[in-house]
C-alpha cells in the first residue's frame, strides 16, 4: 500500500515557477514508477509525466517538454515536478500517480495503481 500527498501548488504569473513535491508512504515506493498528471476543469485528466522507478528514464507530454522536470529521491520517498516558464493554460489541479507495473503504458490513468489527492497549480496571464 502505498499512500502520497502532494504540496507546493499555488499562484504564480506567466514566465514563473513553481515546485511541486509528493510525498509517499509505504516501503514499495522505490519499486513503482511515478508519474504527474492533471486536470483542468471541464477537462479529463492528462499526462504531464513520469518517471521509473530508479529515475533513469523520463518522458513528458510534448505541451511541457523543455519547460517541466520529474524527479525522484528515493531516500526521501518523493517525486518532484520543476515547473518552469508556466503558462496560463497550465492551470489546474496536479496529481502524483504512482504504479508498480507502468511499462509502456505511462500515459494511461489506469496504468497507476495509488493517486493523491491534488494541488492546484494556477497560472495567471
Known amino acids: 500500500q502505498v499512500q502520497l500527498a502532494e504540496s507546493g501548488g499555488g499562484l504564480a504569473q506567466a514566465g514563473g515557477s513553481l515546485r511541486l513535491s509528493c510525498a509517499a508512504s509505504?516501503?514499495?515506493?522505490?519499486?513503482?514508477?511515478m508519474g504527474w498528471f492533471r486536470q483542468a476543469p471541464g477537462k479529463e485528466r492528462e499526462f504531464v509525466a513520469t518517471?521509473?522507478?530508479?529515475?533513469?528514464?523520463?518522458y513528458y507530454a510534448d505541451s511541457v517538454k523543455g519547460r517541466f522536470t520529474i524527479s525522484r529521491d528515493n531516500a526521501k520517498n518523493a517525486v518532484y515536478l520543476q515547473m518552469n516558464t508556466l503558462k496560463p493554460e497550465d492551470t489546474a489541479v496536479y496529481y502524483c500517480?504512482?504504479?508498480?507495473?507502468?511499462?509502456?503504458?505511462?500515459?494511461?490513468?489506469?496504468?497507476?495503481?495509488?493517486w493523491g489527492q491534488g494541488t492546484q497549480v494556477t497560472v495567471s496571464s
Open positions: 518517471i521509473t522507478w530508479s529515475g533513469s528514464t523520463t
Open positions: 500517480a504512482g504504479g508498480a507495473y507502468v511499462s509502456r503504458n505511462y500515459r494511461d490513468t489506469r496504468a497507476y495503481d495509488y
Open positions: 509505504g516501503r514499495t515506493f522505490s519499486s513503482y514508477s
